[in-house]
Structure formats: C-alpha cells, structure tokens
C-alpha cells in the first residue's frame, strides 16, 4: 500500500512499513514544516493513504472540506517507544484491506471507521 507518514511519524515506524513492503513516504524527511493542507494535498496528488498523530486533520475533512480522496489514518495511541509502535502500526496495517476512502481512528483496542465525504 502507499502511505505518506505525516512529520509526527517516528522514523521506527516509516522504516517497519518499508520494510514490510509498503511505499512509504515521510514529511519529516523530504519536507519538513509542511502545512497540514499541504500535507493533506500532497497524499491525494500522489495517491497515498495519509498516517497521522495529529487530530487536526478530521477538522479539515469534515469540517473545513478539505479533499482526502484515498484516506486517513490517524493514531490515538502513546508515542513512547517507537519500537514497540513500529511493530503495531505495521501490525494493525495490516489488519484491514479497506483503509483507502475512509478515515480511520486507530486506537490500542479498536479501530473506527468513517467514510471520507464525497467532493
């Protein structure tokens, strides 16, 4: 699967999905700083699925109407050790074929799903 890891994706966690076989890109390493509707742009035009921490970005879809056409994920779990957070994302990613067109909370006990507005 293609996915941008937003800046706040530790690098434990882009590597393990490289690893896995996904294509992965990073924000944090090839243009950090990016505003989020850049981001967000940026994942539609290069057709990835987006990976986040930051909840500001269910604001943009559902509220500011910003187009994410092949989807969101975004983490509600602690950060404090990326190696353990690598291994889960990778694993939970895996878990589900139906990531695209949606946007994803993803917590330690579940996983909830919403379908990405029409535009």
């Known amino acids: 699967m293609r996915f941008l890891a937003n800046e706040n994706i530790p690098r434990e966690v882009v590597a393990a999905l490289r690893e896995a076989?996904?294509?992965?890109?990073?924000?944090?390493?090839?243009?950090?700083?990016t505003s989020d509707e850049q981001v967000l742009d940026r994942a539609r035009r290069e057709v990835r699925v987006l990976l986040t921490f930051d909840k500001d970005f269910g604001a943009l879809v559902f509220r500011r109407g910003a187009t994410a056409s092949r989807g969101v994920i975004l983490f509600r779990i602690p950060l404090d050790q990326p190696d353990k957070l690598a291994a889960w994302v990778v694993g939970v990613l895996s878990t589900r074929a139906d990531w695209e067109g949606h946007f994803a909370v993803v917590e330690l006990n579940r996983v909830r799903m919403r379908r990405l507005p029409s535009r």
């Open 21 to 33: 076989g996904h294509d992965a890109a990073w924000v944090h390493a090839d243009a950090p700083g």
